[in-house]
């Protein structure tokens, strides 16, 4: 399965983040989050888009990055 990595501008709390799947990606640029997240597929991807978009995050970059092999997300 595939992983991407999300910045964002701002912040999100814990709540959000755990409602939208994601995981903390660790450090980013200041006024920026890296979010990371697994979805089932393409459209899964697309859904969480639509919900930050909704929710009026903007988005800054997606990038897909390789396969964790530890299945931690």
Known sequence: MNRY?????GELGE?????????????APAGQSRLVTQ?????????????LRDAGVELIAVERIQPNHQGDI
């Open 5 to 9: 990595e999300l910045r964002i501008a």
């Open 39 to 51: 979805p089932l597929d393409q459209a899964g991807l697309f859904g969480l888009l639509a919900r």
């Open 15 to 27: 709540r959000r983040r755990h409602d939208l799947r994601c995981e903390p990606g660790g450090a």
